[in-house]
């Protein structure tokens, strides 16, 4: 029997399969590559220790599938407040007492089974949690998005690299600088897509006015130009937030960027090479990307702009899930998955364009937008406000598009992320706008 020829509740439970295989397969990866002491050790007060990570995707899965789903009582219940990302700040983890490596990982090891065996049992219908496999997806992206964090504490640990990848294939496009997106309504959001999160909920319509966008992330090469031309001691260029956060953080340059005489250096996992100038910047915070368009000329764009580029499709006035359609990610669309261990090439994914001919909108780099983190018209919190709405306000920035180190299910047109303002550990870049003068 073919997958197409498969009832829909057994391939719905064969993708869930997959996706948590491929979530704990990737887990492994990023914690099996380094010594027990590496796990237990905090390499940045902005992040958790990688053992802390590990016995909370575990945890995470217990509590969401075996004991709301499936009915269970706690396995451990006394370790329950140890994994609450809400009890315990980043800078505190390490003085709590942890499962140490082997137990988090028996622990882990121990929920998937059993979350395995209740998967095969489950209708996938019923309630909301069930429907669609909802939770099950939930816990999918809970672990890849865990699997993403961790890969930002691997890049800030020091030591020798633990973690290899192919670096992505060169691209030699020559390309518009910039494209117009027509002006008018489209579709923001979503009432579809079975595994959205509830701020990417519900669809409403947009009227975004005409305004051009970078047909590609702003690279390296272009930021080195901001930076040789004083952009970072000129305050003209900095919103008075961004330049006193400049100022007191003493901002010079991206994070993990250094100079060596005339040539620009990073530090990328473990290993200190040259800049790569074809590349998107990466690792700047939105302070630092709204300076760049302000000295450029340009803005940031709207997070309702980056998703009209990103998702419409003029010729039939719908919204698709992807740049390129509806298609899950392929390797021809996007630099997505971990598979490689820094950006593409700017220009690079020519399959995964936009109807607007906008390129790497998904993948590569996370992309800062103009938008505080808001609650769409009609936003209902579900299925806890934890998730989404306890972070809705002007102290959060929305970034969108997803990175290298962000699994395709996790990834999609709709997806939003954010942060503070300030944030620079982060896979983040951007790409700017500008609007379009009307006569």
């Given at each position: 029997?073919?997958?197409?020829?498969?009832?829909?509740?057994?391939?719905?439970?064969?993708?869930?399969?997959?996706?948590?295989?491929?979530?704990?397969?990737?887990?492994?990866g990023?914690?099996?590559?380094?010594?027990?002491?590496?796990?237990?050790?905090?390499?940045?007060?902005?992040?958790?220790?990688?053992?802390?990570?590990l016995?909370?995707?575990?945890?995470?899965?217990?509590?969401?599938?075996?004991?709301?789903?499936?009915?269970?009582?706690?396995?451990?219940?006394?370790?329950?407040?140890?994994?609450?990302?809400?009890?315990?700040?980043?800078?505190?983890?390490?003085?709590?007492?942890?499962?140490?490596?082997?137990?988090?990982?028996?622990?882990?090891?121990?929920?998937?089974?059993?979350?395995?065996?209740?998967?095969?049992?489950?209708?996938?219908?019923?309630?909301?949690?069930l429907?669609?496999?909802?939770?099950?997806?939930?816990?999918?992206?809970?672990?890849?998005?865990?699997?993403?964090?961790?890969?930002?504490?691997?890049?800030?640990?020091?030591?020798?690299?633990?973690?290899?990848?192919?670096?992505p294939?060169?691209?030699?496009?020559?390309?518009?600088?910039?494209?117009?997106?027509?002006?008018?309504?489209?579709?923001?959001?979503?009432?579809?897509?079975p595994?959205?999160?509830d701020?990417?909920?519900?669809?409403?319509?947009?009227?975004?006015?005409?305004?051009?966008?970078?047909?590609?992330?702003?690279?390296?090469?272009?930021?080195?130009?901001?930076?040789?031309?004083?952009?970072?001691?000129?305050?003209?260029?900095?919103?008075?937030?961004?330049?006193?956060h400049?100022?007191?953080?003493?901002?010079?340059?991206?994070?993990?960027?250094?100079?060596?005489?005339?040539?620009?250096?990073?530090?990328?996992?473990?290993?200190?090479?040259?800049?790569p100038?074809?590349?998107?910047?990466?690792?700047?915070?939105?302070?630092?990307?709204?300076?760049?368009?302000?000295?450029?000329?340009?803005?940031?764009?709207?997070?309702?702009e980056?998703?009209?580029?990103?998702?419409?499709?003029?010729?039939?006035?719908?919204?698709?899930?992807?740049?390129?359609?509806?298609?899950?990610p392929?390797?021809?669309?996007?630099?997505?998955?971990?598979?490689?261990?820094?950006?593409?090439?700017?220009?690079?994914?020519?399959?995964?364009?936009?109807?607007?001919?906008?390129?790497?909108?998904?993948?590569?780099?996370?992309?800062?937008?103009?938008?505080?983190?808001?609650?769409?018209?009609?936003?209902?919190?579900?299925?806890?406000?934890?998730?989404?709405?306890?972070?809705?306000?002007?102290?959060?920035?929305?970034?969108?598009?997803?990175?290298?180190?962000?699994?395709p299910v996790?990834?999609?047109?709709?997806?939003?992320?954010w942060?503070?303002?300030?944030?620079?550990?982060?896979?983040?870049?951007?790409r700017?706008?500008?609007?379009?003068?009307?006569?």
């Amino acid at each position: 029997m073919t997958h197409t020829e498969l009832p829909s509740a057994e391939a719905l439970r064969e993708r869930i399969a997959t996706e948590l295989l491929t979530a704990r397969d990737r887990t492994a990866g990023l914690t099996d590559c380094v010594a027990d002491h590496e796990l237990t050790a905090q390499h940045s007060p902005l992040m958790s220790p990688l053992v802390w990570d590990l016995a909370h995707i575990g945890n995470q899965e217990e509590l969401w599938l075996l004991r709301n789903v499936g009915g269970r009582d706690p396995m451990h219940p006394e370790i329950d407040p140890l994994y609450d990302a809400f009890e315990h700040p980043r800078s505190e983890r390490p003085s709590l007492p942890l499962l140490p490596p082997d137990q988090a990982r028996a622990y882990a090891y121990e929920v998937r089974g059993r979350v395995l065996d209740l998967l095969a049992a489950s209708p996938l219908e019923g309630t909301p949690l069930l429907r669609d496999g909802f939770a099950f997806g939930l816990i999918a992206q809970h672990e890849q998005q865990h699997d993403e964090t961790m890969l930002i504490t691997h890049q800030l640990r020091r030591g020798a690299a633990a973690l290899v990848a192919p670096a992505p294939d060169p691209c030699t496009a020559e390309l518009p600088a910039e494209v117009l997106i027509p002006g008018g309504p489209f579709t923001m959001g979503t009432d579809t897509e079975p595994w959205a999160l509830d701020n990417e909920r519900p669809a409403h319509q947009v009227d975004v006015p005409a305004f051009r966008l970078d047909t590609t992330p702003v690279s390296n090469a272009a930021y080195q130009r901001f930076i040789a031309d004083g952009g970072y001691q000129d305050s003209r260029w900095w919103t008075p937030e961004g330049w006193e956060h400049r100022c007191r953080a003493e901002l010079t340059a991206p994070l993990f960027w250094s100079r060596d005489g005339g040539q620009w250096l990073r530090r990328r996992f473990g290993t200190v090479e040259p800049v790569p100038g074809e590349e998107p910047v990466l690792h700047v915070s939105w302070y630092e990307a709204d300076a760049y368009a302000r000295w450029a000329g340009r803005r940031l764009p709207t997070e309702a702009e980056w998703e009209k580029a990103a998702r419409h499709d003029p010729a039939t006035g719908r919204s698709r899930r992807y740049p390129w359609g509806d298609a899950e990610p392929g390797p021809e669309h996007a630099n997505l998955g971990q598979r490689h261990l820094q950006p593409a090439p700017v220009g690079s994914y020519p399959a995964g364009g936009s109807p607007y001919g906008v390129r790497q909108l998904m993948g590569d780099v996370w992309e800062w937008t103009a938008s505080d983190f808001r609650p769409y018209p009609g936003f209902r919190a579900w299925p806890y406000r934890e998730y989404s709405e306890v972070f809705f306000g002007p102290e959060y920035k929305v970034l969108r598009g997803g990175c290298f180190a962000v699994a395709p299910v996790a990834c999609r047109g709709t997806f939003r992320n954010w942060d503070y303002p300030i944030r620079r550990q982060i896979f983040a870049g951007f790409r700017t706008a500008r609007t379009v003068d009307v006569d």
